[in-house]
C-alpha cells in the first residue's frame, strides 16, 4: 500500500514524501488502517521495519485533523486537547 492511499492530511504526507517514503512496509500496512479508524492495535515486527512509524503516523493524523476541528472517525468525540498516547516499548 503506498502512504497515499491513506487518505492522511496533506501536510503530513509532504513530510512523509520529503523524506523519501512511499510505499508501507508490511508492518505499516497491517497497522495503520486500523489506528486510522481509531482501533487498538498491538504489533510485532523485526527492527528496522517501521514500527515506529506504523503507530506515530496516524497519531500525528489525528492531532493534525483535531487542530483543524475536523470530527468524524478520524477524530472521535472522546479526543480532547489534553489526551495522551501512551506507547510501550519493550526493551531484552
Same mark, same amino acid.
Given at each position: 500500500? %503506498? *502512504?497515499?492511499?491513506?487518505? @492522511?492530511?496533506? /501536510?503530513?504526507? /509532504? #513530510?512523509?514524501? %520529503?523524506? &523519501?517514503?512511499? /510505499?508501507?512496509?508490511? $508492518?505499516?500496512?497491517?497497522? $495503520?488502517?486500523?489506528?486510522?479508524? +481509531?482501533?487498538?492495535?498491538? &504489533?510485532? =515486527?523485526?527492527? +528496522?521495519? +517501521? %514500527?515506529? =512509524?506504523? *503507530? #506515530?503516523?496516524? @497519531?500525528?493524523?489525528? $492531532?493534525?485533523?483535531?487542530?483543524? &476541528?475536523?470530527? &468524524?472517525?478520524? #477524530?472521535?468525540?472522546? *479526543?480532547? %486537547?489534553?489526551? *495522551?498516547?501512551?506507547? @510501550?516499548?519493550?526493551?531484552?
Amino acid at each position: 500500500m %503506498k *502512504f497515499t492511499d491513506l487518505d @492522511l492530511k496533506p /501536510e503530513l504526507l /509532504e #513530510v512523509i514524501h %520529503k523524506v &523519501g517514503y512511499t /510505499e508501507c512496509t508490511p $508492518i505499516q500496512d497491517a497497522v $495503520i488502517p486500523h489506528l486510522l479508524k +481509531g482501533k487498538d492495535v498491538s &504489533g510485532l =515486527a523485526q527492527t +528496522g521495519t +517501521g %514500527k515506529t =512509524a506504523a *503507530f #506515530v503516523v496516524p @497519531l500525528i493524523d489525528r $492531532i493534525l485533523r483535531y487542530r483543524a &476541528g475536523e470530527t &468524524g472517525e478520524r #477524530v472521535p468525540a472522546n *479526543f480532547k %486537547k489534553n489526551s *495522551f498516547v501512551l506507547v @510501550l516499548v519493550p526493551t531484552r
